[in-house]
């Protein structure tokens, strides 16, 4: 199976703070990085480093071209990444004593994808592929409805969570990957849900869909049909928790794709985000596919 990224392209600014800034504060960072993010190429890092045949599409700025060569480097075809006028995407990112962060992002690029752009890059894909999105990009509800339109196989990872997202065509998703903040926020329940509450609901609300809800030190639940999985997470010392969840994705697939079962999916994919919070970084942290697959 061949992977379609559609997702987002952005540079990090990593600020290293004793606590998340509070509203009117001014607080002095002991550290800055500049490096390669978003959700979308992160996931796709992490597909290519676990072995898969990934294909990313989006669109940067000229000031993004060093992340070509980055993904280019990670085995990632690039070939689908778009250049325009303006800004790459960017995100500026806290990261705590607790090794917690806060996120702002500036869609750049990322807001700039256009209809015939997506129409272009689907027709090189066929109903063997599977399409990858995230929620940082535009046109997530074309893509879908154009992707299934080609019998392709559809996973969305619907971060970050706004009630936009209620209007999306998720009941054409074959996997539907959200945290416990963006499961009840879907779900239409209070964030003090249960997980298991959440995810029997958006079972319910999404019969053809698989469920994949990550709940942090809790690990992952697992539901479709009348199936339910728990996997715990990969015990590790945090370093940084940021490209947790995109290598969690990325290997998951990556797993499904080697024709792994859900079960062991779910636990290589917990020993790979395992691995990326013991180290510092986003794409760098993600593991090669020899520290996880046996």
Request: hydrophobic share 40%; net charge negative.
């Amino acid at each position: 199976m061949r992977f379609l990224n559609y997702g987002s392209v952005n540079i990090d600014l990593i600020f290293t703070v004793d606590h998340i800034v509070k509203g009117g504060e001014t607080l002095q960072s002991t550290s800055l990085v500049r490096s390669a993010g978003g959700k979308g190429a992160n996931q796709s890092a992490a597909l290519a480093k676990a072995g898969s045949e990934v294909f990313h599409a989006g669109k940067i700025g000229e000031d993004g071209l060093f992340l070509l060569e980055l993904l280019s480097g990670y085995g990632v075809d690039v070939s689908h990444i778009r250049r325009y006028a303006g800004s790459t995407g960017q995100a500026l990112i806290q990261l705590d004593a607790q090794k917690q962060n806060a996120i702002i992002l500036y869609g750049g690029g990322n807001s700039a994808i256009t209809k015939q752009e997506i129409d272009q890059t689907l027709a090189c894909f066929t109903g063997d592929d599977m399409l990858v999105l995230q929620h940082e990009i535009v046109h997530i509800d074309y893509l879908i409805t154009q992707a299934k339109a080609r019998g392709m196989k559809v996973c969305i990872n619907l971060a970050p969570y706004d009630p936009s997202a209620l209007s999306l065509p998720l009941q054409l998703v074959d996997l539907l990957v959200v945290n416990e903040l963006e499961g009840a926020g879907l779900a239409g329940l209070d964030e003090s849900a249960s997980f298991s509450l959440i995810l029997e609901t958006l079972v319910g609300s999404y019969p053809d869909t698989q469920i994949l809800l990550t709940v942090g030190k809790e690990g992952c639940w697992y539901g479709f049909k009348d199936k339910r999985i728990h996997q715990g997470i990969y015990e590790t010392k945090v370093a940084d928790t940021t490209a947790a969840g995109d290598t969690f994705i990325g290997y998951y697939l990556a797993s499904l794709a080697r024709g792994y079962s859900v079960e062991q999916g779910l636990s290589y994919a917990s020993k790979a985000a395992g691995l990326a919070v013991s180290r510092p970084g986003a794409m760098a942290s993600i593991p090669r596919k020899e520290e996880v697959f046996d």
